[in-house]
């Protein structure tokens, strides 16, 4: 069976620009980009903040599990993880073999990126603690699957891109 395969995946903490570079490391690539918190939302048919409210965070989960392992089979590009995505042992089980890219960022980057968590239901209450404690939290499930960590701190897209560009050439 020929399965497709992404180029690289983005793992990183909400704030760390998986979506935003990910973008501008496809634009240099010349291949497609791919989210799988867009893929939730377009499943779901609405945002996660109303997945959450609606249906809780463990349906959320399941979601994502599902959204992650079908965008492992068939992105032929650039794909983001959703941040929590890698809380799921069957996930990081699931990455491995593929080059994982984590992106690095500290708390003050990360907060300055997110604002006060609008749209992202975990940092509803008190943003900058709920930050921190995902953060400390995922960052050695990160460090685990990634072949690779790009520190995005103080850095343009742009810039974040072109090093994991250089990183990806044989």
């Known amino acids: 069976m020929n399965q497709t395969r992404p180029v690289v995946v983005l793992v990183g903490s909400p704030g ?6 990910g973008t501008a490391l496809a634009a240099l690539l010349g291949v497609g980009f ?20 609606d249906e809780g965070e463990a349906h959320f989960r399941t979601l994502e599990r599902a959204a ?10 650039v794909l983001a993880l959703g ?10 089980a699931a990455l491995i073999g593929h080059t994982v890219v984590h992106l690095s960022v500290e708390l003050p980057d990360a907060v300055k990126r997110v604002g006060l968590g609008a749209g992202r239901p ?4 008190n ?3 709920t930050l921190k404690y995902l953060m400390d939290q995922r960052r050695p499930l990160y460090a685990e ?3 690779a960590t790009v520190v995005t701190d103080g850095r343009a897209p742009e810039e974040i891109a072109a090093e994991i560009a250089a990183l990806l050439k044989p």
């Open 16 to 21: 760390s620009g998986k979506t935003t570079v």
């Open 34 to 53: 791919r989210d799988t918190d867009a893929d939730i939302e377009r499943l779901a048919g609405k945002p996660i903040p109303e997945i959450f409210i």
């Open 68 to 77: 992650t392992a079908a965008a492992l089979a068939s992105c032929a590009g």
């Open 83 to 92: 941040g929590g995505a890698v809380l799921a042992e069957e996930n990081r």
């Open 122 to 125: 975990l940092l509803a209450i």
């Open 127 to 129: 943003p900058r603690a």
């Open 145 to 147: 699957v990634a072949t």
